[in-house]
């Protein structure tokens, strides 16, 4: 079994669950985020180190201001000494970058890795032919091929049946469909190409709809998943010095991947735009909470770039305010009251 027939197993696996093909994509993203958990509280951890040596850290960028290649190899042994990394926040990121690719040939052509041949007139990756005039092949249109094993399995299970005799209906989730794209919305295949399609990718076509009205929710998601993308790298960036020169490159790099994947996602199948925007809005959650568990440290470093101030000392001869005062000659806490000043006028008289 090939790397995109194993999403194809999944997600028929969850869809036998529950029928219901954009529930199998998000019950896909929860699975993928548990397996990536031991990664994330990896990545907590290391985080939380960091703030504990960012004094240590700011003290060898005093001392090599001048000498920045000397300054850099302290600093990586440093972070080796602690078991750190300064750009840990990256790597659950990218994990997610073969998934993302897997889903996307899988929700495009799903029949394609569940033991079909492409129709007549299309390549074995369904794409010179098919997409060169801006159509993708039907489930319909496909052929079963003679397989066995677990290719077997996948050609007999419900989703694929599902597809082969109601891909629309499949495809509809929440008034939205996951096959279609909002670049595909937006320029919408010509009326000449439609009509040299088979029926069944005709009205696969036509049922994503066109014009600017037609692609608003498909837009809003992909806005959705770039503010997702933003904010959960705004929450890991929250917790470390702002003047380190990790986390500039990590605020550089947590500014171009939201725009980078809008980019993508505007031409992506929704589906795959659907499994990112549950991929964020998990690790929002778990973040959260994880952070939540695991309080800022407070170092001088940190305390010292957000202008804070720490703990005060209270001033050499006078003690802060509402302490008490020390003890007085016959064992008393309080001072002896002050005579009143009438008093000192008897005494003169």
């Given amino acids: 079994m090939g790397f995109f027939e194993v999403f194809s197993a999944a997600l028929t696996g969850f869809y036998a669950l529950i029928p219901s093909f954009?529930?199998?994509?998000?019950?896909?993203t929860v699975a993928v985020?548990?397996?990536?958990?031991?990664?994330?509280?990896?990545?907590t951890r290391s985080m939380r180190e960091m703030q504990r040596i960012q004094p240590e850290v700011k003290k060898l960028q005093q001392k090599y201001k001048?000498?920045?290649q000397k300054m850099n190899e302290e600093l990586m042994a440093l972070y080796k000494e602690h078991g750190v990394n300064p750009f840990g926040g990256c790597a659950p990121l990218l994990f997610q970058f073969p998934v993302l690719i897997g889903l996307f040939y899988v929700i495009r052509t799903p029949l394609n890795y569940m033991g079909y041949a492409p129709p007549p007139g299309c390549s074995e990756e369904v794409t010179s032919e098919c997409i060169s005039t801006g159509l993708?092949?039907?489930?319909?249109?496909?052929?079963?091929r003679n397989v066995s094993g677990v290719l077997d399995t996948l050609q007999n299970s419900r989703l694929a049946q599902d597809l082969v005799e109601q891909a629309v209906r499949v495809n509809d989730f929440l008034g939205i469909h996951l096959n279609c794209s909002a670049s595909g919305i937006l320029r919408p295949p010509s009326g000449?190409?439609?009509?040299?399609?088979?029926?069944?990718?005709?009205?696969?076509?036509?049922?994503?709809?066109?014009?600017?009205?037609?692609?608003?929710?498909?837009l809003v998601l992909v806005l959705l998943m770039g503010f997702t993308t933003w904010y959960q790298q705004k929450q890991m960036?929250?917790?470390?010095?702002?003047?380190?020169?990790q986390?500039?490159?990590m605020q550089m790099f947590g500014r171009i991947m939201p725009i980078m994947l809008m980019f993508f996602a505007f031409t992506f199948p929704t589906g795959v735009v659907l499994?990112?925007?549950t991929t964020n809005l998990w690790t929002i959650g778990q973040q959260r909470l994880m952070l939540h568990a695991a309080p800022e440290l407070p170092t001088a470093g940190v305390d010292a770039a957000r202008g804070g101030k720490g703990p005060t000392k209270p001033q050499s001869g006078k003690p802060p305010k509402g302490a008490p005062s020390k003890p007085t000659a016959d064992g008393s806490d309080s001072p002896k009251p002050k005579p009143h000043p009438s008093s000192k006028k008897k005494k003169r008289r």
């Fill in 33 to 43: 985020r548990l397996l990536l958990l031991p990664l994330s509280i990896k990545q």
């Fill in 192 to 218: 000449a190409a439609l009509g040299q399609a088979p029926e069944a990718t005709r009205d696969l076509a036509l049922s994503c709809g066109s014009g600017l009205g037609s692609a608003l929710p498909y």
């Fill in 136 to 144: 993708v092949a039907a489930p319909a249109d496909f052929v079963a």
């Fill in 237 to 245: 960036q929250a917790r470390q010095d702002p003047n380190s020169p």
């Fill in 22 to 28: 954009g529930l199998a994509i998000i019950l896909l």
């Fill in 66 to 68: 001048g000498d920045r």
């Fill in 247 to 249: 986390n500039a490159q």
């Fill in 275 to 277: 499994y990112w925007l």
